[in-house]
Nanobody
Framework: QVQLVESGGGLVQAGGSLRLSCTASGRTFSRYAMGWFRQAPGKEREVVAAISYSGSNTYYADSVKVRFTISRDNAKKTVYLQMNSLKPEDTAVYYC???????????????????WGQGTQVTVSS
């Protein structure tokens, strides 16, 4: 069984930064692509960023390009999301997820991911 534990969320003013972390257990972490998703109140969950199993390929939603950076440390079984220049519209619950199939590239849709963390709240005040 895979467990994902997110941390790093909180309240920040517009223009500020936060770094989210997601640590995995129960699976050979380095074999699996990872993703960050978010869900704002009243909206569907959407992909924010994703990273391949090796870390060599990444994907970003247009709304966060340049401002957010996804990275991973396979030795620590942790994936990060560095969020800079935060905007009020970034307010959401952020989830990390791991793909169900090993040795594939980053996915951009929910159904490509098999395991999910509990989510961490990010609130950006104006």
């Amino acid at each position: 069984q895979v467990q994902l534990v997110e941390s790093g969320g909180g309240l920040v003013q517009a223009g500020g930064s936060l770094r989210l972390s997601c640590t995995a257990s129960g699976r050979t972490f380095s074999r699996y692509a990872m993703g960050w998703f978010r869900q704002a109140p009243g909206k569907e969950r959407e992909v924010v960023a994703a990273i391949s199993y090796s870390g060599s390929n990444t994907y970003y939603a247009d709304s966060v390009k340049v401002r957010f950076t996804i990275s991973r440390d396979n030795a620590k079984k942790t994936v990060y999301l560095q969020m800079n220049s935060l905007k009020p519209e970034d307010t959401a619950v952020y989830y990390c997820a791991v793909r169900g199939v090993p040795w594939v590239e980053a996915g951009t849709t929910e159904n490509e991911y098999a395991y999910w963390g509990q989510g961490t709240q990010v609130t950006v005040s104006s």
